[in-house]
Nanobody, 125 residues
């Protein structure tokens, strides 16, 4: 079992930046690839980014490339999401998740095994 706890959310003006953190505890963190998703009321959870267990490979949803950066520090059992040039449409609850799935469907929430409780990000215009 891996426990994930997100932090770093909050209220920010459009154009600002936030860095989300996701701290893992429990089983060894490093073998898991990690992902960030976001969700707004009434909508499905949306894939944001993923990073391999080593940190050597990352993928992003196309619309967020260039603004969001995922990274991890296995020594600290933490994964990060740096969000720049934030827009009101980035407002959502952001979740981190862990998977041992190694296939190409990394953008599907269903392949992630462990989830955090989420952190709210609100971007004001």
């Amino acid at each position: 079992q891996v426990q994930l706890v997100e932090s770093g959310g909050g209220l920010v003006q459009a154009g600002g930046s936030l860095r989300l953190s996701c701290a893992a505890s429990g089983r060894t963190f490093s073998p898991y690839a990690m992902g960030w998703f976001r969700q707004t009321p009434g909508k499905e959870r949306e894939f944001v980014a993923t990073i391999s267990w080593s940190g050597g490979s990352t993928s992003y949803t196309d619309s967020l490339k260039g603004r969001f950066t995922i990274s991890r520090d296995n020594a600290k059992n933490t994964v990060y999401l740096q969000m720049n040039s934030l827009k009101p449409e980035d407002t959502a609850v952001y979740y981190c998740a862990a998977r041992d799935y190694r296939g190409t469907y990394y953008y599907l929430a269903s392949v992630y095994k462990y989830w955090g409780q989420g952190t709210q990000v609100t971007v004001s215009s």
